[in-house]
């Protein structure tokens, strides 16, 4: 099976960028999303393929993917992004698999 | 401004099989660019892919769940459902119904509300 590693956390100050980290074998090799789950919400769609952001996305967020690793960056982190971050990438054999999960405080 | 609903039991007993109802409002399930796809989170924790399927009944099924799980559509009422048998406290969870992108990639551009299950006796 395959699977994807993220932090646990991660703390921010206002105003400061924030990364999220995404790892997996290979990673590179496949695209990967970004989802933002504010508490007691469903998730929404905040980076896909990658580098991509749906229409309604601030341009504060922005996605990479280089070796092994995706990376979710927030530059100017508001405290209206608070949420939890998941990172997904779709797999041959495992199809749809999702990373564990980030708690970003902005604090 | 297309719309996904879930609906069904909030409550399940254990053994028993759990069945959802997803309805999609504001355009048609029967697009060859999409799949429908159900997604869980177990209280506090995190998400996890079910199964899709295409309009023209084509599935994948999470390989962990694909004993227990059925994905089917009903392009005529535009609803697309799940069944997952055999339901343990384990299965206790919000479920997502998503809409998810064909492209290389296939990420959810569209989620529903959730619907909480609970398995109890």
């Known amino acids: 099976s395959y699977e994807l590693t993220q932090p646990p956390s991660v703390s921010v100050s206002p105003g400061q960028t924030a990364s999220i980290t995404c790892s997996g074998d290979n990673l590179e090799y496949k695209f990967t999303s970004w989802y933002q789950q504010k508490a007691g919400q469903s998730p929404v769609l905040v980076i896909y393929?990658?580098?991509n952001r749906p229409s309604g996305i601030p341009d504060r967020f922005s996605g990479s993917n280089s070796g092994n690793t995706a990376t979710l960056t927030i530059v100017g982190t508001q405290p209206v992004d608070e949420a939890d971050y998941y990172c997904?990438?779709?797999?041959?054999?495992?199809?749809?698999?999702f990373g564990g999960g980030t708690k970003l405080t902005v604090l | 401004h297309l719309q996904l609903q879930g609906s069904g039991p909030g409550l399940v007993k254990p053994s028993e099989t759990l069945s959802l109802t997803c309805t999609v409002s504001g355009g048609s399930i029967s697009s060859s660019s999409y799949l429908w796809g159900w997604v869980r989170q177990p209280p506090g924790k995190g998400l996890e892919w079910i199964g899709s399927i295409y309009y023209s009944g084509s599935t994948y099924y999470n390989p962990s769940l694909k004993s227990r799980v059925t994905v089917s559509v009903d392009t005529s009422k535009n609803q697309f459902s799940l069944k997952l048998y055999s339901v343990t406290a384990a299965d206790t969870a919000t479920y997502y119904c998503?809409?998810?992108?064909?492209?290389?990639?296939?990420?959810?551009?569209?989620w529903g509300q959730g619907t909480l299950v609970t398995v109890l006796s």
């Open positions: 393929k990658d580098a």
């Open positions: 998503a809409k998810a992108s064909d492209s290389n990639g296939n990420w959810f551009e569209s």
């Open positions: 997904q990438a779709w797999d041959n054999t495992a199809y749809w698999v």
